[in-house]
């Protein structure tokens, strides 16, 4: 996965959709100020450190450029990603051809893997079931830097902010629907203008940002560092991806089993609140006597 220029629509389509996985800068900073300085206008792309990186090696603003960042969970690792496509390919026997971390089949709340191989072959896996999924959700696997993100700290050095409304249906319910709604977060002039030259063209709702981050942790807070991380990371590369998955996505006995107790105290519970509240009940005098 790699940052790359895009000029026509074609190219623009492979640009589309989530990527869990680190993308290579490679030259494309040194690309962007070319295009820059010959008076081409530029949309450059990224998480929030990668704008934060282009601002610092532009030294300067210009009129030209528009920065958009993404509401970042984190940067997964590129080797492990690598691991688990070497894995899938070897299983379905045949190499990659598409890949959709974020497939709607079951709509923006339980997305899932989906992959085409050579010869026709399908894989589709829901969050809950796709190992790479669970491991990057579970925070195993991201970049050190993540857990201690600066950028989210100071706040994003975009123009513009996208990403998942999540909380929708708490805040605005009446426009919450089965395949996700977007969050726009506007916060330069420059930000400002460009979209509402495309706004004629959707839908939108101007809402408070409070609200609007309020269920988006990702948007000023890093993720917890698992205790297992280091682990993680040495186990990734001696052992083999079956039983990096088993180790790693297989839920622990003491889970479980904190899980079953859970559910059979608050069972208790519940009974014991129905049987007082019955007893309550009893105590009440009849209106009529």
Request: aromatic share 10%.
């Amino acid at each position: 996965m790699r940052h790359v220029m895009a000029e026509t629509s074609a190219e623009l389509r492979t640009l589309r959709g989530s990527k869990y996985v680190q993308s290579v800068i490679g030259d494309i900073y040194a690309e962007v100020k070319m295009q820059l300085e010959c008076g081409r206008g530029v949309l450059f792309s990224g998480t929030p450190c990668q704008i934060a990186g282009l601002r610092l090696y532009l030294r300067r603003d210009y009129d030209n450029l528009l920065l958009v960042d993404v509401i970042c969970h984190g940067a997964p690792s590129s080797a492990l990603w690598e691991k688990y496509l070497t894995h899938l390919e070897q299983k379905m026997g045949g190499k990659v051809e598409y890949v959709s971390f974020r497939h709607k089949e079951n709509g923006w709340r339980r997305f899932g893997m989906k992959m085409s191989f050579e010869g026709e072959k399908r894989y589709y896996k829901t969050m809950s079931e796709d190992p790479f999924l669970k491991m990057f959700l579970r925070n195993y696997c991201l970049r050190e830097s993540c857990y201690d993100c600066k950028v989210k700290q100071c706040g994003s050095a975009a123009d513009i902010t996208i990403g998942d409304f999540w909380g929708v249906e708490r805040t605005q319910p009446d426009i919450d629907q089965s395949m996700g709604v977007s969050l726009v977060l506007l916060h330069t002039e420059k930000g400002r203008s460009a979209f509402e030259k495309i706004r004629p063209n959707m839908t939108t709702r101007q809402t408070d940002y409070d609200e609007a981050i309020s269920y988006n942790s990702a948007m000023t807070s890093s993720v917890n560092r698992p205790a297992e991380r280091d682990r993680f990371f040495t186990d990734t590369s001696r052992l083999d991806w079956d039983k990096l998955e088993k180790k790693y996505t297989s839920e622990k006995l003491k889970i479980r089993v904190r899980r079953l107790l859970s559910c059979s105290l608050l069972g208790k519970a519940r009974r014991m609140l129905l049987q007082r509240k019955h007893l309550t009940m009893e105590k009440i005098p009849s209106l009529t006597e």
